[in-house]
Each structure stands twice: as C-alpha cells, then as structure tokens.
C-alpha cells in the first residue's frame, strides 16, 4: 500500500504542452505539498494546501496551478511547458498542527516525477 | 526568515567509518528539525526530527543527530557507515508563518560510502 502515490513516474514532452501530474495520499493528512527538486538536488517548496486551501504560493508562475479535488489528492497543471520545468517534481502530505497546537509535522513523500521538457 | 546550510556537499567515507554530515539553520522563532534521505530515484525519506525534549534524537538506520540551540545547528551522525548509507541526506526547518507551516530545505549532502 502506497502512502503518496504520483502519477506519471515519467514524463517526457515539447515545449508549449501543457501537462498535468497527479498525486493521491491514503494517510488521512489534511495537508499536501508540492516541491520541485532541480538538477543540482536543491529542493523548494511550490505550494501547500490545507483542508483542500491554498495555503502556500511560493512565487511559482502562473502557468503552475495546482488544484485539490478533495483532501486526498492535489495535482499540478502546468501550462505552455518551458524548458526551466524539467525537474523532478515531489509531491507530500502531512498533518496539519493539532488543535491542541501540538505539531505533528512529518512530511511523507512520493516517489516524484521526472519531468523532462524538450 | 528560516535558511538551511549543509556546509558539505559531498562526503566521502570507507565503510564502517564514523560519520558526521553538517547543518546550521537560522530562524526568528521556535523551530522543528528535520533530516531525510533520498536514495537515488526515490522520494524522501525521513530520519529523524526534533520538536522539542531531548536535545539529542535517534532515528532510523542507526543515524542520530544532536540539536543545539546556541550554535543554531543540527548535525547529523553514525558511527559506523554501510555501503547502502550512500545516498542524498537533506537538512530541513520548519515553522509556522503567514503562511501556515513551512518547510524549507538545504542543498543537500551526498554521502559515498566506499569499500
């Protein structure tokens, strides 16, 4: 049983496509994620939804719009792919601080897609 | 604003030698520590945290790392290395902002364990 499963592993595409990756998580986190790691490993935070909310937009383009049908999953649409997009892209689910303010922050991660733009 | 240095890029180390892999972080308020391993094409993974207590943290695989507040680090360590060891580790800190919680990564440390 997958925790944070991704969809596609791979994905290979020209520039000006417009493509869409899919994450679903079974741990019942009220939080996800998506962070994109570069070719150098550095890894930055793109967007965090709570509660299917936008709670983090960490200047990402606008051609990157998440979108969170329901608590469970979060997948990212990417429009008019560029060559600056191939990277692996991570998605994550966690939950969200108690409500008695106890931090249960643990990030678990899927397995990541590998983008490639050409 | 939070920040994360992994001062070593790179650390190579024989097998069943000690290791110690580096983080310092800077935050303005109360922070939660994180280190994870990616092993190649893979997600993370994570190791070990601190939220608070003990000052020192065991984790997964025989790692352990030390948090200490007046150097504002968050060392990574293991005695004794093994070749499947060799992988990304990443130091990571979080806190609660404007903009709900928030975590923000170093760079990465690759660690070669050679036989």
């Known amino acids: 049983d997958t925790a944070v499963s991704q969809t596609p592993k791979y994905l290979v595409t020209q520039m000006g496509n417009d493509k869409s990756i899919k994450c679903e998580q079974n741990l019942g986190h009220d939080t996800m994620y998506w962070y994109k790691q570069d070719s150098k490993k550095f890894l930055k935070i793109m967007f965090s939804?709570?509660?299917?909310?936008?709670?983090i937009n960490e200047t990402v383009p606008n051609r990157f719009s998440p979108k969170s049908p329901d608590k469970a999953h979060l997948n990212l649409h990417i429009n008019s792919l560029e060559l600056g997009d191939s990277a692996v892209y991570f998605c994550a689910s966690s939950h969200s601080r108690g409500t008695s303010g106890g931090v249960k922050e643990t990030q678990y991660f899927g397995p990541g897609t590998r983008l490639l733009v050409l | 604003a939070q920040s994360v240095t992994q001062l070593d890029s790179q650390v190579p180390v024989f097998e069943e030698a000690p290791v110690e892999l580096r983080c310092n972080y800077s935050s303005s308020v109360s922070v939660y520590l994180f280190w994870y391993v990616q092993y190649p094409n893979q997600g993370l993974q994570l190791l070990l945290k601190y939220l608070s207590g003990s000052t020192l943290v065991k984790g997964i695989n025989g790692f352990e790392a030390e948090f200490n507040k007046s150097q504002t680090s968050f060392h990574l360590r293991k005695p004794s290395v093994h070749i499947s060891d060799t992988a990304e580790y990443f130091c990571?800190?979080?806190?609660w902002g404007t903009g709900g919680f928030k975590t923000i990564f170093g760079a990465g440390t690759r660690l070669f364990v050679k036989a």
């Open positions: 990571a800190v979080s806190d």
């Open positions: 939804y709570n509660n299917k909310e936008l709670i």
